[in-house]
Each structure stands twice: as structure tokens, then as C-alpha cells.
């Protein structure tokens, strides 16, 4: 049933692994999307992709890998992780072109000590 | 980058109030978008308002979209604590494929 899932819930790294976050979505939208949110609550566009084609880098590290196997699936890699890492990451979707709406995941907490 | 301002950033009320809360930019916008996160929760999408002047009601939520289309308003009748939540006001960042959001408010509803 679940519309955008996104695994883990919850991650806790040490400084300087590497890390993966996958995300799928079974709306048979185009676009999807990874964004930031960072301890104010504010949220940030990390990448866009439309059927499995980076759209929107957004000035991302490029220790952030992101990967669409699938117009379903869009899964994110992270190299070395630092301590300024540490966020909540969210998935989303849509279909494409200005207005539409989004659904999001329920989050992944990245926790990097 | 568009930028939008969300205010107030904190409201904390009691049960049965009366509340509003606002959007607004300087830069023209072809929509808005309003959400509401609960806690360990993605984003959620309340609305899309996309005529300058548009009023949309969904039960107890009034939003509102500026005549000039740079400002958006979400107004709550009676709230009750299961509104508690953050609100976020979106727009389109530029691209089709980008959507930038305010920084939100973080309404709680006491019993």
C-alpha cells in the first residue's frame, strides 16, 4: 500500500563509512526526488531525476551518489560520511512539470558520529 | 532562487482557536503548495492553489492565494490538537523539476 518507502527508517555511522538509502515508489510517477532536511526543519533539494535521468544536481557533494535503476527506484549512496551529514533524508515523487504535487517517504534519520 | 518566508515560525494555541499563518515572497509564483508534517513523518500535500485570488477550503483549512501571486495564507477554524504539525508552503523553484520550500511553521495545539 505504501505509496513512497524509503529504507532504513533510521541509520547511526561512524565518521568516514560509506552508506546507502534506497527509495521506491509504486505511483508510476516520472520524477523523483532526495531532499534534506536539516535540524530547523528546513527543507533542501538535494537531486531531481525523470525517468532515470538526472535532472537537478543541487550543488550536492559529490560524496552523494545517487542512483535510478528504475523510474520506481531512486537509491542514494554516501561516501565518507562527515559529521554535517547528519539530517533527515526524504524521497519523493511526481509526475513531471511545474504544480504537481509531491509524495514523500516517511524519512530516513542519518545520524553520523 | 525564490524565496519564500514563512511567519510566524512557532505558534502554540489552545484547542477551539482561531489561527493563521502566511507565505510570502517577493518573486511571482504559477502555484503554491501547502503541507503539514508530523513528527517522523514525511511532508504531506494539503493543497496546490494556482489562480492569483483563489480561496480553497478543506474542512476546517482555509488557504488563500494573493491576487499578485506572491503571498498564500492558511487559515485554521476551531483547531484541535490533531492539527499540531509543521506547516510548509512550496513553490516552484525555477526548474520543472524543483520545488523550494519555506522554512515552516511549527503550530501546537494544546488541549
Keep these: ?113 | 532562487t525564490q524565496l519564500l518566508k514563512q511567519s510566524p515560525q512557532f505558534l502554540s494555541i489552545q484547542e477551539g482557536e482561531n489561527l493563521t499563518v502566511y507565505c510570502n515572497s517577493s518573486s511571482v509564483f504559477s502555484s503554491l503548495q501547502w503541507y503539514r508534517q508530523e513528527p517522523g513523518e514525511g511532508p504531506v500535500l494539503l493543497v496546490t492553489v494556482v489562480t492569483g485570488g483563489e480561496v480553497k477550503k478543506l474542512k476546517r483549512l482555509t488557504f488563500q492565494f494573493g491576487d499578485a501571486r506572491k503571498d498564500s495564507s492558511l487559515h485554521i477554524t476551531a483547531a484541535q490538537t490533531g492539527d499540531t504539525g509543521l506547516y510548509l508552503c512550496a513553490g516552484p523553484g525555477g526548474s520543472n523539476y524543483k520545488l523550494t520550500f519555506g522554512k515552516g511553521t511549527l503550530l501546537t495545539v494544546n488541549p
Aim: net charge positive.
Design chain 1, 1 to 113: 500500500d505504501t505509496a513512497v518507502s524509503q529504507t532504513p527508517k533510521y541509520l547511526v555511522t561512524q565518521m568516514g563509512n560509506d552508506k546507502s538509502i534506497k527509495c521506491e515508489q509504486n505511483l508510476g510517477h516520472d520524477t523523483m526526488y532526495w531532499y534534506k532536511q536539516d535540524s530547523k526543519k528546513f527543507l533542501k533539494i538535494m537531486f531531481s531525476y525523470n525517468n532515470k535521468e538526472l535532472i537537478i544536481n543541487e550543488t550536492v557533494p559529490n560524496r552523494f551518489s545517487p542512483k535510478s535503476p528504475d523510474k520506481a527506484h531512486l537509491n542514494l549512496h554516501i561516501n565518507s560520511l562527515e559529521l554535517g551529514d547528519s539530517a533527515v533524508y526524504f524521497c519523493a515523487s511526481s509526475l513531471p512539470g511545474q504544480g504537481r504535487g509531491y509524495t514523500f517517504g516517511s524519512g530516513t534519520r542519518l545520524t553520523v558520529v
